[in-house]
């Protein structure tokens, strides 16, 4: 079945160590990616997107994340973390084909960090 | 101005009644999806409307489950004879229509709990 994986439901870090969360998919042909977060107690926000051109792409508080096509992988990455990135952090795929799709979101990694 | 707005944000039920979730969505969004966000389990695609397009209602768990969308705004939820597994955080989010797919934003949520 057509799927969005991510790898680690729970990763825990200490402080300025690097991040890099996993994301695979199993659609074939043209992707739009996504990362959203979600803090505590607030709703889910947009981290960064990819449409097209240049695979690595910035998004908000330092977040990157790189598509690599032949890999079907689209993983965030932060070199070094905070405290308030602690988070649950979904990757969300609209696979295209034609007209509009619907988005598909991972199973979520929750991100605890300690200072 | 005005984001997603969600209502009842909780809902406690007893198991075999009817219940009811409303959205509104962002003034001028013509796209609405409904997810499911239990623990442990991520996002869950429910339905998706999409301007005057018949709706993607291929993520609804059960014929228990149904969705409409009035006037291609407010948008219900019902949830017929509930069950203690369909205790969760139902999310609305609605988005511009747009082929690359402007963010979602997302609503605060209805925490339902069937007892």
């Known amino acids: 079945a057509q799927s969005v994986s991510q790898h680690n439901h729970h990763v825990i870090l200490s402080e300025a160590a690097s991040l890099e969360l996993g994301c695979n998919y199993s659609?074939?042909?043209?992707?739009?990616l996504f990362w959203y977060v979600q803090y505590p107690g607030q709703h889910l926000q947009l981290l960064l997107k990819?449409?097209?051109?240049?695979?690595l792409v910035k998004g908000i508080k330092g977040f990157e994340a790189e598509f690599i096509k032949s890999k079907f992988s689209f993983n965030l990455r932060k070199p070094s973390v905070q405290w308030s990135d602690t988070a649950e952090y979904f990757c969300?795929?609209?696979?295209?084909?034609?007209?509009?799709?619907?988005?598909?979101f991972g199973a979520g990694t929750r991100l605890a960090v300690h200072p | 101005g005005a984001g997603v707005s969600q209502s009842p944000s909780n809902k406690v039920t007893e198991k075999g009644k009817d219940v009811e979730l409303r959205c509104d969505p962002i003034?001028?969004?013509?796209?609405l999806y409904w997810y499911r966000q239990s623990l442990g389990q991520g996002l869950e695609f429910l339905i998706y409307?999409?301007?005057?397009?018949?709706?993607?209602k291929s993520g609804l768990p059960s014929d228990r489950f149904s969705a409409e969308r009035t006037g291609g705004s407010v948008s219900t939820l019902t949830i017929q004879r509930t069950q203690q597994e369909d205790s969760a955080v139902y999310l609305c989010?609605?988005?511009?229509?747009?082929?690359?797919?402007?963010?979602?934003?997302f609503g605060n949520g209805t925490r339902l709990t069937v007892t």
């Open positions: 969300a795929v609209i696979p295209l084909s034609g007209g509009y799709n619907k988005l598909i």
């Open positions: 990819y449409f097209s051109g240049d695979p």
């Open positions: 003034s001028g969004h013509t796209a």
């Open positions: 659609y074939g042909g043209t992707v739009n």
């Open positions: 989010a609605s988005s511009h229509e747009d082929r690359n797919h402007s963010p979602l934003h």
């Open positions: 409307f999409q301007g005057n397009s018949a709706p993607d």
